[in-house]
């Protein structure tokens, strides 16, 4: 993946938002705005609340919704009420509720709906979440995105989601439904889903004071009931501002740093040799310079005094929202270190430490009452005791007075808080019975507000049970679906030669839509897949179809997230798409006429996921197929059906498919325009037309003459990608690939026409024009950058093959190896053995014996062994059978031995070439070379293969 895969992710599908309002990105990427509606033109989301969504949402083994479900999600949990609507019906109460009391969490938001979103489907090719967190983060990067894809204005091509609006809504407000109200809080608030029946330990320890669990507190003192919500929410809302430095203090010891704030006088001289507007520029930019002066030294706050108003007027719901603030900001005064103490008007203003207390005593305090009708006897109290000494740091104090609004205008409070001197602070934090919540400071005895909030005093509906947690599933490294049931587990060469096909349009080599992935169609079916950037290849398990493996292929199309092979006859077609994001293979038929004989055009629009079929002799009706979906409604769901529309109206993909481009300008059977290049043999003139009735005329030139002038010089097949356009030449004196650049209409690079007579079907360009791959002669698969002069991304070669025969013995099998071409003996001998309990290989001139000493019978190497193959085995592949009491080989023509129990149940799949051996167990347990596993081999992995080898031996009559 890449940052252009993820910038092309974060396109908005326009038709898709109109739905819920509407959205688009803002004209410098910064955020997401609205479109239309009461809320046009408003913020519905920063580049960076998306991201942190995202951050939830996506995560190993979770399908990535499209960008357009994405922005419909962050609707439905909270984020629409930004259009300003109060009656927004689209909301889902019971999160965007919640989602607003604990401040906005979107990324445990987004954790939430991944789990809503768990078994729908995703886009065909999801980014990496690193690349889209470093767009969202970077800004700036959508007018780039814009300008690279020139069609953007006729087409939106962000990928469309595969369900409609409405019906995606209608699931997700299904399964909301479902999850009761505590879970969703539990969501919201920790990210992750409750686990019943897990209890803390550190609840396990007798609370003390401030530490011990609220919830305990409310089950023995119903005063108390509804405590916790409170303490939870107050504790984010109520801050204490931090102390301002002296402004009479002077400055000491100088200048001590640079920086680029301050005042005119501290701006460094050398700035004033700047040009006048090169000044005005900096300034305005904030790049000026300025001398940094070191500030007096602050007052640190080392105490924190709260005093509780438990008079006549904090009675009731006050009384309760009052205890829950001075719980809250006792808990932040702890966090920050300071000397927490708690007083009370029932305990005339004497302050004590709240973690002394126990949980009982902590109980009893806050639920004390007096007949006091105002707090300024306890607050003169705890300010200044009757003996002159104070009981608090006069220096370094915070004092909190909690009470009710009207206790703050009474002249003994007003009186009280005048006559406060030194550096203690005195703030109120007043609550009324509406639940309005008001920070102030008493400046002079008259209260400044900081900062206002409000409570519901109303109690929380009683929540329902948790669901239980869904099972956690191990992502499977084998393909699921109709492919043949014994794969190739192994990272190899090629193991033959490439496909060929003269058909028009046939393409047996490509790229994904992405470009980092290679697939090559060799002899036999093979399918050889290849990553460019060299971390990992893997054959394909051929598709199965008919108890059997499929029909010939005749041409493979690069799509998001994987590929598609066209097999059968023209008459009946058949799709195999290969999708690497689920590591399924589904099988897409065509309902065509049972007369038709002629060839079919494919299409395929990226940002739909469907391809579209015409036959030649049916100029009307098409045949679309939406690769999202299975059997028959793949053609009729909506993607389908724009995808029909689109087609019929003359729009061509873009960029154009490399299998629709022709070296001349159409074929009989293609009824929309499409690109195509004609070669001038008398000027050596490309004439390009584009297919929307543009045309363009190119001169490939060496050392200033024509290149391509010549009696016998002809265009044999032409690749476009991206601005790139790979012409294959014969009969050319020059190269036989030109690489020429659309927009500038000039040549960028050649490749020599080599030994190989020019195929179009064995070179593909990548859909962005970056990469290419090629067949040099018919061993070595190149992939390289385009235009071919930079250094090879990836090249691979032929694979030796060897012939095998096998001998089964007393948990050990001997494999006698003979290169191709075969020998009368063979060259040498390999022993697995798994009876010390961990599979073991052995490849000397010993292994014979070694067999023989654990009671093998070595069998005659003149002659094949084994048994015929059943009529169910490819006989393709599969060489003969070996049988033995508990176990049977199958040998294939690819250096594999796949070993199988009694009832034909796969156990493990042995590689065996040269020095090289592999094993590999359907659970994924892999051993042996690096080169074939791809890296080290796991722990114990010759245990566990050793284990299912001894358990299958001991098997009798079939069953365990």
């Known amino acids: 993946m890449n940052q252009h895969r993820a910038g092309l992710y974060l396109q908005i599908p326009a038709a898709y938002c109109r739905a819920f309002g509407g959205l688009r990105w803002a004209q410098r990427g910064e955020a997401v705005e609205f479109l239309e509606g009461p809320g046009g033109g408003r913020t519905f989301a920063f580049a960076g609340e998306v991201a942190q969504f995202l951050q939830g949402l996506l995560g190993p083994g979770r399908p990535c919704p499209a960008f357009g479900s994405v922005l419909h999600l962050m609707y439905l949990v909270g984020l629409g009420d930004r259009a300003g609507d109060p009656t927004n019906p689209r909301r889902i109460a019971r999160v965007a509720d919640v989602f607003r009391e604990l401040g906005n969490p979107l990324r445990n938001a987004g954790a939430l709906c991944a789990r809503m979103h768990r078994d729908l489907p995703g886009v065909a090719e999801p980014p990496l979440l690193s690349d889209l967190l470093g767009l969202l983060g970077g800004g700036g990067w959508i007018p780039q995105i814009v300008l690279s894809h020139p069609s953007l204005g006729a087409m939106d091509y962000a990928e469309q989601p595969l369900l409609e609006a409405n019906d995606f809504e209608a ?37 003390r004071g401030l530490g011990g669990p609220l919830d305990d507190l409310e089950k023995q003192h119903p005063r108390l009931s509804g405590l916790a ?27 001590w740093d640079l920086t680029n704030r301050g005042e005119p006088e501290q701006v460094l001289p050398i700035q004033f040799a700047l040009e006048p507007e090169e000044f005005l520029r900096r300034f305005a930019e ?15 706050t080392r105490e924190l005094v709260l005093l509780l108003d438990q008079g006549i007027r904090t009675w009731g719901d006050v009384r309760l929202v009052l205890a829950g603030a001075a719980m809250a900001m006792a808990r932040q005064g702890r966090r920050r270190d300071l000397a927490v103490r708690l007083a009370t008007t029932g305990g005339e203003g004497e302050p004590v430490d709240p973690e002394a207390l126990g949980a009982e005593a902590l109980a009893s305090l806050l639920e004390g009452s007096d007949l ?61 019975a509406d639940g309005d919540v008001e920070l102030s400071e008493l400046r002079r005895g008259r209260a400044v507000a900081l900062h206002r909030c409000r409570v519901d005093l109303a109690p ?9 947690p869904p099972p956690r599933t191990r992502r499977s490294t084998l393909w699921r679906g109709p492919v043949e049931p014994i794969p190739f587990p192994f990272q190899c060469g090629l193991f033959g030669p490439p496909l060929h096909s003269s058909k028009p349009g046939a393409r047996m080599v490509a790229f994904d839509e992405g470009g980092q992935r290679v697939l090559a169609v060799l002899r036999n079916g093979l399918l050889a897949c290849y990553r460019i950037d060299g971390k990992g290849s893997e054959y394909l398990p051929r598709p199965w179809y008919g108890g059997g493996v499929g029909p010939p292929i005749h041409t493979v199309i690069g799509v998001q997230g994987g590929f598609v092979l066209v097999c059968g006859n023209p008459g009946d077609p058949m799709l195999a798409h290969y999708d690497f994001t689920d590591r399924v293979c589904t099988l897409h038929g065509l309902d065509l006429p049972a007369t038709s004989k002629v060839p079919i055009s494919w299409y395929y629009y990226a940002d739909l996921h469907t391809l579209v079929g015409r036959l030649a002799d049916e100029p009307i009706s098409d045949y679309p197929v939406d690769l999202g979906e299975r059997g028959p ?57 584009q297919g929307d009735g543009m045309r363009r005329v190119i001169m490939p030139r060496i050392d200033g003459e024509p290149a391509l002038r010549g009696p016998g010089a002809g265009v044999v097949g032409v690749h476009q990608g991206g601005d790139a356009l790979a012409v ?22 050649s490749l020599p026409a080599g030994g190989t007579p020019p195929n179009p079907a064995s070179f593909a360009l990548s859909r962005d024009g970056q990469s290419y791959a090629r067949w040099i002669g018919e061993t070595w698969l190149e992939m390289r950058d385009v235009p071919g002069d930079r250094r090879s991304l990836r090249g691979v070669g032929r694979e030796p093959r060897w012939h095998h025969d096998v001998t089964l013995g007393r948990s050990c099998l001997l494999v006698h190896k003979t290169a191709e071409p075969l020998g009368r003996q063979p060259t040498s001998w390999v022993l697995v053995r798994w009876d010390r309990g961990r599979l073991e290989v052995q490849t000397d001139e010993d292994a014979e014996r070694t067999f023989e000493v654990l009671g093998g019978e070595v069998a005659d190497h003149g002659s094949p062994s084994g048994a015929p193959l059943a009529s169910r085995y490819d006989s393709i592949r599969y060489v003969r059978r070996v049988g033995g009491p508990t176990l049977q080989v199958l040998i294939d023509n690819f250096n594999h031995l796949a070993v199988q129990d009694r009832r034909e149940r796969l156990l493990v799949v042995f590689y065996v070439s040269g020095r090289d051996f592999a094993a590999w167990m359907p659970d994924g347990t892999r051993f042996g070379t690096g080169r074939l596993i791809g890296g080290g081999a796991p722990k114990a992995a010759a245990e566990r293969i050793a284990a299912a080898l001894r358990a299958a031996e001991r098997e009798k009559g079939g069953e365990r």
């Not at 929380?460 to 239980?468: G, L, N, R, T």
């Open 171 to 207: 699931r997700v407000r299904a399964r909301i439904e479902e999850m009761p109200a505590d879970a969703i809080r539990h969501w919201l608030k920790f990210g992750r889903e409750p686990v019943p029946g897990v209890v803390d330990a550190a609840s396990l320890i007798p609370p």
């Open 372 to 432: 006091s009708s105002d707090p300024a006897a306890a607050l003169a109290r705890l300010l200044m005791s009757g003996d002159g000494r104070r009981p608090i740091d006069p220096k370094a104090a915070d004092v909190v007075l909690l009470t009710h609004p009207r206790s703050l205008a009474e002249p003994e409070v007003v009186e009280t808080a005048r006559r406060l001197g030194g550096e203690t602070r005195l703030f109120a934090v007043a609550i009324d």
């Open 229 to 255: 919500r409170l303490v939870e929410h107050l504790e984010g809302a109520l801050a204490l501002p931090p102390r301002r430095p002296d402004p009479t203090g002077l400055p000491a010891g100088g200048y």
């Open 728 to 749: 294959q030449m014969e009969g050319s004196p020059g190269a036989g690939i030109w690489f020429v650049s659309i927009a500038r209409a000039e040549v960028i690079g």
């Open 286 to 300: 904030r790049e000026l310079l300025y001398f940094h002066r070191e500030t007096p030294a602050r007052p640190v």
């Open 633 to 689: 409604r793949s053609s009729r769901t909506r993607r389908a059906r724009r995808a029909s529309e689109r087609f019929g109206s003359g729009q061509t993909p873009w960029p154009a498919p490399s299998a629709q481009l022709q070296p001349h300008p159409s074929e009989p059977w293609l009824h929309v325009p499409l690109p195509s290049v004609r070669l001038n043999a008398g000027t050596g003139e490309l004439h390009y037309d």
């Open 460 to 468: 929380p509906a009683p929540a329902e049970s948790p669901v239980p």
